[in-house]
């Protein structure tokens, strides 16, 4: 059964743009040769790291979608680990379509009807003396 995930990566920051694509591309063929399907590949561009990793302090982000087998993401991270040119990566499980909108966080829950006490009628009605409990008074004692 294939899963929705998400893969950022980021390039090495001295790349040119053919060799950006180029990267790009080895990623996607990666996917594929592990059983995985693309489906959408975004280039954030060049931005500055939070902080330092391998000397380096910029990189070229990407953002790809793509489905795969949960049992071969292993493999992947594995190859990925090993590359010259992706020098980091995160892949992400995407949620369920099903899990969104029928779960706790994709579902309105509805208002609290108001209750509504019932009037008693004529006959039912109670004085106010019968409901308080008697009490005895200074004078009586």
Known sequence: MLRDYEILY?????????QLQSAIGSVDRLIQSVGGQGQKTDVWGRR???????????GHYVLTDFQLD?????????????????????????????????GRAGKQIPEPAEVVEPVPSADEAVSASELLPATATASEA
């Open 10 to 18: 980021i390039v090495r920051p001295e790349l040119d743009e053919e």
């Open 48 to 58: 500055r790291l939070a902080y330092e990793v391998d000397r380096l302090r910029e």
């Open 70 to 102: 949960p049992q071969r993401v292993p493999e992947m991270e594995a190859t990925l680990k090993i590359s010259d040119t992706v020098f980091r990566h995160l892949i992400v499980r995407k949620p369920d379509a099903a899990r969104t909108t029928g």
